[in-house]
């Protein structure tokens, strides 16, 4: 049953609306003025208000404004005796759905309560609809049958129509990013921005003014106001990748925010309000990072309310085929190649490997096979040889002589090294990975004290 609060201060008025509504299959409740109606809206649902535009003490357009500042999606039905243009517009601007002028027939005013639910029915029916295909397309991106996968697109089936907050932990080049595209096109927030940031890539003095924005002339350089990105994202999803970058300084104001959903810009003391749903993403250990004082926990608890771990290529290679495939008709459509398709034997040996660079690698690597193998249709392994001896499944001097996969990937990152003349930007290219994925790599052997061109 439909709830319908009618307000106006004409007694005889409010009395017919009540029984007309109440005859019709609605439950009506009245007030006489803006103020008690705003009574009744702190304690009660209502579906719809018809509202009188001329009541002492407050106007009908200043009671919708009002109500509609705590109640987003309330309908509005203005009766007015001063059927004008303007007053029209005036109301249709302020959100009123419908208006109707006095004097009116019972039947007026039943058509306009039927057509505002009418449409809101309407409404529902295309707001299931754009869910039904944001589902049917919610993995597109996402390639994957195994159970580690199935698990993932599990956990962003159940926490892409909530608010909660998401964590996406994992290896570089294992699809975090478009794991958090996906829930953001799977939730309520689908038509809303999708804003990204790599917290990594901005410098610590200019981390407080990107997300939350400055006045003009707030410091040097400040020639305009500038709005952050939790203001332009408001309504949607702001991606915060690589939140372990965040410098320590900011974690303390970006958990504020998160607690209270305002911001502040610099240069102002105005707090504004914004509804932002926030992902973050990470592949270091934050557990670490806690223990040893450069990562907030009570942040990290605010941020990890749904966590996500996404496996490494290595832990569902059985992936790897349908990954190949998909790369390859991307690749083939984008260097308008007609035909090409890997031989089994290749297929074979590359689904053998352990990629440390992940999926991203893998792209890589098959998109420089597809352009080594121009104008022969099947793809070979010598493709592959012609870039990366680190692809050598049988190369006596490395893969050979592996027993684990840490060994495996500390091998491959020596070879690379060793064929780049440790020139790092080279060798991560080769691996398919990042230069600072690598750097880190290093830097892990460093504090084992291991030399890696040392390494035999």
């Given at each position: ?19 007309t509504?109440?005859?019709?299959g ?7 003025d ?11 649902q209502?579906?719809?208000v018809?509202?009188?535009l ?22 509005f ?29 019972i ?25 039904k ?7 597109t ?11 993932v ?23 975090k ?42 410091f040097?350089?400040?020639?305009k ?11 949607g999803?702001?991606?915060?990748d ?13 958990l504020?925010v998160l ?11 105005q ?26 926990s ?8 749904f ?17 190949i495939e ?34 991203r ?21 010598e ?8 692809l ?8 050979k ?7 495996m ?8 090294l ?24 290093l830097?892990?052997y460093d ?7 040392k390494?035999?």
């Amino acid at each position: 049953m439909k709830n319908i609060l009618v307000v106006d201060d004409d007694l005889s008025l409010r009395t017919i609306l009540n029984e007309t509504l109440s005859n019709s299959g609605f439950k009506v409740r009245i007030a006489k003025d803006g103020k008690s109606a705003l009574d009744l809206l702190s304690e009660n649902q209502f579906d719809l208000v018809i509202s009188d535009l001329m009541m002492p003490g407050m106007t009908g357009i200043e009671f919708m404004v009002a109500a509609r500042n705590v109640h987003e999606n309330l309908g509005f039905l203005i009766i007015t005796a001063y059927g004008t243009v303007e007053t029209a517009v005036d109301a249709l601007h302020k959100g009123a759905f419908d208006f109707v002028t006095k004097p009116f027939s019972i039947s007026q005013i039943e058509s306009r309560v039927n057509r505002y639910f009418e449409y809101q029915d309407l409404k529902a029916e295309n707001k299931a609809l754009k869910r039904k295909l944001s589902d049917d397309r919610q993995y597109t991106k996402l390639i994957g049958q195994s159970p580690e996968m199935e698990r993932v697109f599990s956990q962003i089936s159940i926490v892409a129509r909530s608010d909660a907050s998401v964590f996406i932990q994992g290896e570089s080049g294992t699809g975090k990013e478009l794991i958090a595209q996906s829930i953001h096109d799977g939730s309520d927030r689908s038509d809303k921005p999708f804003l990204k940031i790599n917290c990594s890539a901005i410098p610590e003095s200019l981390f407080e003014s990107t997300l939350f924005g400055h006045e003009k002339g707030s410091f040097t350089n400040a020639i305009k106001m500038h709005k952050g990105l939790f203001e332009e994202a408001d309504g949607g999803t702001l991606l915060l990748d690589e939140i372990s970058e965040i410098p320590v300084t900011m974690q303390a104001k970006l958990l504020r925010v998160l607690q209270n959903r305002t911001i502040t810009r610099v240069g102002n003391t105005q707090e504004l309000d914004v509804d932002v749903r926030v992902i973050a993403t990470s592949n270091q250990d934050l557990d670490k990072l806690i223990r040893d004082g450069n990562f907030r926990s009570d942040l990290y608890y605010r941020l990890n309310v749904f966590p996500i771990i996404v496996p490494p290529l290595r832990m569902r290679n059985t992936d790897i085929p349908l990954l190949i495939e998909h790369f390859i008709s991307k690749f083939k459509i984008k260097y308008r190649f007609e035909h090409k398709e890997l031989s089994a034997e290749t297929l074979k040996s590359i689904s053998r490997e352990d990629w440390p660079g992940n999926v991203r690698q893998l792209e890589n690597i098959i998109e420089r096979a597809v352009l080594y193998s121009g104008d022969e249709e099947r793809i070979a392994m010598e493709h592959f040889n012609l870039e990366a001896e680190v692809l050598k499944a049988d190369d006596a001097s490395s893969i050979k002589a592996v027993t684990t996969i840490a060994e495996m990937e500390k091998q491959m990152i020596h070879n690379a090294l060793k064929r780049t003349t440790n020139n790092r930007t080279q060798a991560a290219d080769l691996l398919g990975i990042s230069v600072r994925t690598l750097r880190n790599k290093l830097h892990q052997y460093d504090e084992m004290g291991q030399d890696m061109l040392k390494l035999n």
